[in-house]
């Protein structure tokens, strides 16, 4: 029965997790994506202590990537740990923090486990609604309407449940890629499921075109999102070079939420005297890889190139996985790191790992109570208190929402009071820290006056 819901539970994380927004807190994609993947995590790991303390038994299958992820996973909070000047803030960092990348791992771990060909099904048919969602919104449906101001994103010319342009084009090009591999590939399919193929190929295709054409199109402001992306790659290859300088740096990069740092650092001349130069810094690379070397070092590069290395290897005989690959190679080396292409490659991960030839190490706890009721304990300790943690990081920017709402109000008090309780929650965020500081001296100045 907890099996069941379990794998219920993986569908619902795979199929939604692309289509999810909310107003809770000031972006309703990115940051709403991340949390509601952490809270699916979660689910996960309470209904897999459930089962471990009913059944007494640990079960235990060896994936080829384990080690490579786990690797990875290392690379990421030795950064933290040694490089990262505010630790707590790395952690809750939406690029490379544990918030992001910690959740990503528990999705592998659980989607390896499962039956070949698993997140097929749930992706294709998120793909095909995010590409019909995404081609009626181009009409703008809701332009004559009046909405509340949380929900006037819905009116936007460029709306898609993924946030923008750039991250629907990564995922339905990766989708893209995969179906047509599968489709050459499998020629024995029958018509009626090859008709529902190209039928979603279709689909996905005819909104990939539209979010490349939208997202390069002279309007302004799709010009103003190419330039905020995809600013000189020369400042990106700049940082990377100058991580590379300090040998600790070089090691273990700037620090997980430092990039920023090091690009106020090498933005030159030429950069302060084009159109971007009111941008006074960035928080990601023009590169996933880079990005990767300049916040993590070698050390992170190197578990992400062995981790990449590993998943060609294993799918070099899978020409639908295969190609799938090496478009998200080709993702992590020419585009920013997204949200999207991370979560496609650690479900791309599980999906290679698969193996329905090796069988379960079992060991049977049922003569050993005590046991059983003590690492059951621990484990729902440690879901409380990861829920208790991940909420209080949510909720805190559930109250700076509230308070941006009390800028558009006017309302100097709203402001200052929600600003108040994000701190409470979350004293680590220098977003808040900022901002108070400033509420705090217009209320001074306000006084004076």
């Given at each position: 029965?907890?099996?069941?819901?379990?794998?219920?539970?993986?569908?619902?994380?795979?199929?939604?997790?692309?289509?999810?927004?909310?107003?809770?807190?000031?972006?309703?994609?990115?940051?709403?994506?991340?949390?509601?993947?952490?809270?699916?995590?979660?689910?996960?790991?309470?209904?897999?202590?459930?089962?471990?303390?009913?059944?007494?038994?640990?079960?235990?299958?060896?994936?080829?990537?384990?080690?490579?992820?786990?690797?990875?996973?290392?690379?990421?909070?030795?950064?933290?740990?040694?490089?990262?000047?505010?630790?707590?803030?790395?952690?809750?960092?939406?690029?490379?923090?544990?918030?992001?990348?910690?959740?990503?791992?528990?999705?592998?771990?659980?989607?390896?486990?499962?039956?070949?060909?698993?997140?097929?099904?749930?992706?294709?048919?998120?793909?095909?609604?995010?590409?019909?969602?995404?081609?009626?919104?181009?009409?703008?449906?809701l332009k004559g309407i009046k909405l509340p101001t949380d929900l006037q994103f819905l009116q936007a010319t460029n709306f898609t449940p993924l946030g923008n342009y750039l991250e629907l084009a990564v995922f339905l090009g990766f989708l893209i890629v995969w179906e047509i591999s599968q489709i050459v590939s499998?020629?024995?399919?029958?018509?009626?499921?090859?008709?529902?193929?190209?039928?979603?190929?279709?689909?996905?295709?005819?909104?990939?075109?539209?979010?490349?054409?939208?997202?390069?199109?002279?309007?302004?402001?799709?010009?103003?999102?190419?330039?905020?992306?995809?600013?000189?790659?020369?400042?990106?290859?700049?940082?990377?070079?100058?991580?590379?300088?300090?040998?600790?740096?070089?090691?273990?990069?700037?620090?997980?939420?430092?990039?920023?740092?090091?690009?106020?650092?090498?933005?030159?001349?030429?950069?302060?005297?084009?159109?971007?130069?009111?941008?006074?810094?960035?928080?990601?690379?023009?590169?996933?890889?880079?990005?990767?070397?300049?916040?993590?070092?070698?050390?992170?590069?190197?578990?992400?190139?062995?981790?990449?290395?590993?998943?060609?290897k294993r799918v070099k005989n899978n020409p639908a996985l295969l190609f799938a690959a090496y478009y998200l190679i080709a993702v992590m080396v020419f585009l920013p790191p997204t949200l999207i292409s991370l979560f496609l490659l650690f479900i791309m991960l599980g999906e290679a790992a698969q193996d329905n030839?090796?069988?379960?190490?079992?060991?049977?706890?049922?003569?050993?109570?005590?046991?059983?009721?003590?690492?059951?304990?621990?484990?729902?300790?440690?879901?409380?208190?990861?829920?208790?943690?991940?909420?209080?990081?949510?909720?805190?920017?559930?109250?700076?929402?509230?308070?941006?709402?009390?800028?558009?109000?006017?309302?100097?008090?709203?402001?200052?009071?929600?600003?108040?309780?994000?701190?409470?929650?979350?004293?680590?965020?220098?977003?808040?820290?900022?901002?108070?500081?400033?509420?705090?001296?217009?209320?001074?100045?306000?006084?004076?006056?």
């Open positions: 029965m907890l099996n069941k819901i379990k794998v219920i539970l993986l569908n619902l994380i795979i199929f939604l997790f692309p289509l999810f927004f909310f107003i809770s807190s000031q972006d309703p994609f990115t940051l709403n994506k991340i949390y509601f993947l952490a809270f699916g995590s979660l689910l996960l790991m309470l209904v897999s202590s459930l089962e471990f303390g009913i059944s007494r038994k640990l079960v235990w299958k060896k994936r080829p990537f384990d080690y490579a992820v786990l690797a990875f996973f290392i690379a990421i909070i030795a950064s933290v740990i040694f490089v990262s000047p505010n630790k707590i803030q790395a952690l809750l960092n939406t690029n490379l923090g544990l918030i992001r990348i910690f959740p990503l791992i528990i999705l592998y771990y659980y989607i390896s486990r499962e039956k070949n060909n698993f997140i097929r099904g749930p992706l294709y048919y998120s793909a095909v609604t995010a590409a019909v969602i995404s081609l009626i919104f181009v009409f703008q449906p499998n020629k024995h399919q029958h018509n009626q499921k090859k008709l529902l193929n190209l039928s979603f190929l279709a689909i996905n295709a005819i909104a990939f075109g539209v979010a490349l054409f939208y997202f390069i199109s002279p309007n302004k402001e799709q010009q103003s999102l190419l330039q905020i992306i995809f600013y000189p790659f020369r400042l990106a290859w700049y940082a990377a070079i100058e991580t590379a300088k300090i040998p600790i740096n070089f090691l273990f990069g700037v620090g997980v939420d430092n990039f920023s740092a090091m690009f106020t650092k090498v933005k030159d001349i030429a950069y302060n005297q084009s159109d971007l130069w009111q941008i006074s810094y960035y928080s990601t690379s023009r590169s996933f890889l880079l990005h990767i070397f300049t916040e993590t070092g070698l050390f992170g590069l190197g578990m992400t190139i062995w981790l990449l290395v590993k998943l060609v030839q090796s069988a379960p190490h079992t060991v049977n706890l049922h003569s050993e109570l005590p046991l059983v009721i003590i690492m059951t304990i621990i484990s729902l300790a440690f879901c409380g208190v990861y829920a208790y943690f991940v909420g209080r990081s949510y909720l805190a920017e559930y109250y700076y929402l509230q308070a941006n709402n009390g800028v558009s109000q006017n309302n100097l008090k709203i402001v200052y009071d929600n600003l108040k309780e994000a701190l409470i929650l979350n004293p680590y965020s220098e977003k808040y820290a900022t901002d108070f500081s400033r509420v705090n001296l217009q209320y001074a100045m306000n006084i004076i006056a």
